[in-house]
């Protein structure tokens, strides 16, 4: 049974960075397309950021320059390094993992139907 479980969220200054990290089970992260993604209230979930299966990284243009996603295959999570945080990514933020391995994330990356593991989420709030 596969579980994606996220940690590391919280509430912070505008400017800090927090780091989430997804741990898998059941599931390798090396041999997937996998990604971060938010949601607010009512608003859809917002692809962040993906790692292909084969390395290649994406971003939603707001993060760029300030997320960093990553694979750590020994502890086998998924990261997201998150640097000069604004009150706009306040969010709760999921953890997700596709279904066919060794593929290339669905298209468009960033929408949640390509993805059919999830977290339970992490709440992110940054303050001004």
């Known amino acids: 049974q596969v579980q994606l479980v996220e940690s590391g969220g919280g509430s912070v200054q505008s400017g800090e960075s927090l780091r989430l990290s997804c741990a898998a089970f059941g599931y390798t992260v090396s041999r997937y397309c996998m990604g971060w993604f938010r949601q607010t209230p009512g608003k859809e979930r917002e692809g962040v950021a993906v790692?292909?299966?084969?390395?290649?990284?994406k971003y939603v243009d707001s993060v760029k320059g300030r997320f960093t996603v990553s694979r750590d295959n020994a502890k086998n999570t998924l990261d997201l390094q998150m640097a000069s945080l604004k009150p706009d990514d306040t969010a709760i933020y999921y953890c997700?993992?596709?279904?066919?391995?060794?593929?290339?994330?669905?298209?468009?990356?960033?929408?949640?139907?390509?993805?059919?593991?999830w977290g339970q989420g992490t709440q992110v709030t940054v303050s001004s």
């Open positions: 790692v292909e299966s084969f390395g290649p990284t």
């Open positions: 997700a993992g596709a279904i066919r391995m060794y593929d290339d994330c669905a298209r468009p990356w960033w929408r949640a139907e390509g993805f059919g593991y």
